[in-house]
């Protein structure tokens, strides 16, 4: 048994519905949005390359990084060592290869924790009214240690460790994500929507899911990048002063630090481990500041 179409009463066949465009693929509007939007292309890329360079060390042409050889101690770049040699005769090129994956490491872990702790507490201190003097008075007491002072202070109580130090920097940039967060909030929940939500009856958490978390996410990506830069540079700081990663660990911060008695005589020690820490966070700046201009719909509106 076959099945027919249904005939018109007027005996006259509809025509068929036009078929939709298809609109453009995904690889072409993110082609589009990254022309649009140039820092987010470069700040991206480098990023994306540094990542690379951490991942892929070994296979780089480098030699075990904490490999000490004395008699050929401070040599100069040339073909043999690339990027010379420190005090102890490392090769200082493998050590800034493999260091990229400490700051990478450092600055992803922190703008990834403490973006959830800021997040969850600018939440609260927010939406909560009763809660919000109390908790911001504690932050505003919070921030006003300076950062780095406060990352000092946590890694003397702890000893030398990656963990330890990132656990250490995200205490100490928490405030920032949190003040942030709450001044986010506070403009949400005046909105129409959300008092319409509070008039059906809905319950704090769902509305703070349903309604106020998704709008937070376009803020909160552009604060992690210029945390994750922060954090990069907090941890080389407290290398290069002796309170961060043990001297052992290839970091940028421990090759400058190792280099600066030599810095005069021999300054490729510290050029090299400073050249590729700034290259790094300027990409995460570049990027951080072409996420704020892209989602920020004013600008938006002009483009």
């Known amino acids: 048994m076959t099945l027919q179409h249904p005939i018109p009463a007027n005996g ?18 993110f082609g589009r949005y990254l022309r649009r939007h ?11 390359l540094m990542a690379l360079i951490g991942l892929f ?22 073909e043999l060592y690339w990027f010379g040699t420190d005090m102890l005769g490392r090769d200082i090129y493998s050590r800034v290869i493999y260091g990229a994956r400490v700051s990478l490491l450092v600055g992803f872990s922190v703008a990834i924790l403490a973006s959830v702790a800021g997040l969850a507490i600018g ?15 504690i932050i505003d007491g919070w921030m006003s240690i300076p950062p780095i002072l406060l990352a000092i202070a946590l890694m003397a109580l702890t000893r030398g460790s990656i963990g330890n130090v990132i656990l250490a920097i995200t205490v100490a940039e928490i405030p920032r994500v949190a ?10 929940r005046e909105q129409p929507y959300v008092e319409a939500a509070v008039a059906n009856g809905a319950r704090a958490p769902r509305i703070i899911i349903k309604h106020i978390l998704p709008n937070t996410f376009a803020p ?17 700081i407290l290398s290069f002063i002796g309170a961060g990663v043990p001297p052992s660990t290839p970091s940028w911060g421990n ?16 050029l090299f481990p400073a050249v590729f820490l700034s ?19 004013r600008i938006a509106k002009r483009l």
């Open 57 to 78: 060390a070994p296979l780089l042409g480098t030699v075990d990084p904490t490999a000490i050889s004395p008699s050929r101690r401070t040599r100069v770049p040339s």
């Open 12 to 29: 006259i066949a509809a025509p068929a519905a036009p078929a939709k465009p298809a609109g453009p693929g995904k690889l072409v509007r």
């Open 255 to 270: 090759i400058m630090a190792e280099g600066r008695a030599l810095w005069q005589v021999r300054p490729h020690i510290i």
């Open 179 to 188: 003040r942030l967060v709450r001044g986010v909030v506070l403009s949400l």
């Open 123 to 137: 939440l609260f201190a927010g939406f909560m009214r009763w809660a919000d003097g109390i908790v911001m008075r």
């Open 220 to 236: 909160m990506s552009v604060q992690a990048t210029y945390i994750c830069a922060s954090a990069m540079i907090v941890e080389a």
């Open 279 to 297: 290259i790094t966070v300027l990409a995460v700046n570049m990027l951080g500041d072409g996420l704020r201009d892209s989602l920020d719909p």
């Open 38 to 48: 140039p820092s987010v292309a470069i700040g991206g890329g480098l990023l994306v």
